[in-house]
């Protein structure tokens, strides 16, 4: 996982920018919008390489590091982010919105869309055999609350379940693509269901 950056100024201006919003999705892979390709930078680039069976190359330097890189191109993303999201992967788009021959300074960018496996509902990122149900519990060891939404539906509904085991029944029954956890909670749950877990 990244390391947030709180000094930023012995980085180049480009890299200030990409800290900047990288700073605020450390645990999700930022595809970062570079003319008409996506580059992906630093500890992303190494995960990324290997996820997707791309070269991980480094160009450049910064606060006098050589920048570990890969990149994919724009009109190609759908595919990367297919393979990304069925591997548990949560990726942040941040694109351009600057006009490049106006710029003084590198184009300004920002976080236009956070894709993770219980949000999306592009179909071609779908996969069409099973349901797209992210779920987010709350409770202590007696007593659960379990939301779970389909969005791809719009399919809400709400439990109340007794018990630590009757609450791991469930969550295999549901499978969902993503859970959402309080950040202070046990350890207990299997390891296959916390990897969607944030």
């Known amino acids: 996982m990244n390391k947030a950056i709180s000094d930023l100024s012995s980085h ?10 990288k700073n605020q999705h450390l645990d999700q892979l930022m595809f970062y919008r570079m003319g008409d390709f996506y580059e992906i930078f630093y ?7 290997k996820l997707l069976d ?4 480094a160009r450049g330097q910064s606060a006098g590091q050589s920048i570990p890189m890969c990149g994919i191109p724009y009109h190609a993303a759908e595919g990367y982010l297919a393979k990304l999201v069925k591997l548990g992967e949560s990726v942040v ?3 351009q ?18 894709i993770t496996p219980g949000t999306i509902s592009d179909e071609a990122l ?13 409770g202590d060891e007696r007593l659960f609350g379990l939301a779970v939404l389909d969005i791809t539906s719009g399919n ?5 379940i007794k018990g630590w085991e009757n609450l791991l029944a469930e969550l295999e029954r549901i499978n969902p ?6 950040d202070d909670w046990p350890q207990g749950l299997p390891a296959e269901k916390r990897r969607g877990a944030r």
Request: aromatic letters at 4%.
């Open 93 to 95: 788009i941040c694109e």
């Open 12 to 21: 180049t201006p480009m890299m200030q920018q990409y800290w900047k919003l």
């Open 43 to 49: 500890e992303d680039a190494k995960k990324a390489a």
């Open 177 to 182: 693509v993503e859970l959402l956890i309080p």
């Open 54 to 57: 791309i070269t991980l190359t």
């Open 126 to 138: 779908l996969d069409e055999r099973r349901d797209n149900l992210i779920a987010a519990v709350l």
């Open 156 to 160: 809400f509904s709400v439990l109340e």
């Open 97 to 114: 919105i600057g006009d490049p021959a106006t710029s003084k300074g590198p184009v300004d960018r920002q976080v236009v869309r956070i």
